[in-house]
């Protein structure tokens, strides 16, 4: 398209961890405007989460800036700042925290972003919770059918505007189709942070892996992570594999590996989890995909939201030869459009979004469900969290609420920050082991 033909769109991200920001980048790109020309800027919620540059570099999604702010920080570069759409890529906290902080920032004007937030991956736990957090975005995307219809649902259930929901799909499908078996046939399995969360279940998965690979030395056995030791991605992990596996005394056909999902799948045979939103972008590429039962099928676990799949097996099964075949009709309703219909999921949303960019007099004001009238006992406390008071105006005191930090502040800052991350990540889980002795 020539140049002249498309429009400039000033977008920004806001994510707190590695998985939220490509999901992020990924649907702001997925969902502007076909004629438009994307400036992208990335900004980083400083946290326990906060990805790091291996994390960045591995995750492959490029930004035209990308810094780390507080959601102080974050508020006052959007007061300046003259964006046409504003990703909220965050935990259900930080994106009520952060409407109510852009309500009093764009209390006068119309001519403020168009707010955008969703979920990054499989729903299957704290749905109203976490939906009504996120409500008083002007699109809340959910990211397949049978997510649209519980988000309407719960909204309509409690007597709030539903019509920001929005059918998507996850924005980071994709890649080359599974035609037939590689040489060697691999066999991969997408760990999950904070699932199962205890040593027992965690060894239990690695030996089974491991047995795998020994009683199959035809095929090659990947166990594929998601961070090294001491970082942290949208979950906490206590009890890291790669320390496990040093326990154990894994074939030569064993091996873990990092990387970009996308690129791990480009060579697997067989994908095997516990309930990773790897399993859809699998079937999305008609990858044969297993989601264990191993453990039960519970809520804890989130295996329970495949249940109809088809995709439901044992290790015991697994080794035996087992290939699960996908149910066509849950794949559809799970936005996973292995048929092809993919290019046109993110459709709608570019149309409202064109839609709210074109109204005429701008954008109404953010109106959030909860506010110090209807969740008094709630909300205070989670704009707490991010030095806001009730009314979405930073706390006395809150960092960076008036200035810009001093060289020595920023060292001091980046010092305290590094101490707050060993604690959580290294000291917390041994003190809460030594609890549970």
Partial sequence: MPASATKALRVAVLADSDTRWKWGALTANRIAPNDSDIHLDGYLLRGRATPTARQLQEVGVDADSLREVTAVEFLRAMAEEPYDVLVLALVGGGVQAVLHGLKRVWEDRADRPVVVTGYVGVVYEKLADGLLLRHGADLVLANSRQDADRFRAVYEGVGADASAVTEVALPFLGGAEHTGDHDPYTVVFAAQPSVPDNRRDRTYLLDRLIRHARRHPER??????????????????????????????????????????????????????????????????????????????REALGNHHFVGSGCLASWDQLDDGHRPVPDPEWVARQGVAADGGYATAFDAARRRITELLGRPGGLPPLTPYYTPVTAPGYLPGILARHHLGPDGTPLPGAPAADREPGAVRQIVRRAARGAYRHGVQRVAPVIRRMGEL
């Fill in 220 to 297: 090659e056995v990947l166990l594929k992570l998601r961070s090294k030791p001491g970082e942290h991605t949208t979950h906490i992990e206590e009890l890291p594999y790669q320390k496990l596996v040093q326990k154990a005394d894994p074939p030569s056909n064993f091996r873990l590996v990092y990387g970009h999902m996308g690129e791990v799948l480009d060579r697997t045979d067989l994908l095997v989890t516990v309930s990773s939103t790897a399993a859809l972008e699998a079937l999305h590429r008609r990858i044969p995909t297993v989601v264990l039962t191993d453990l039960g099928v």
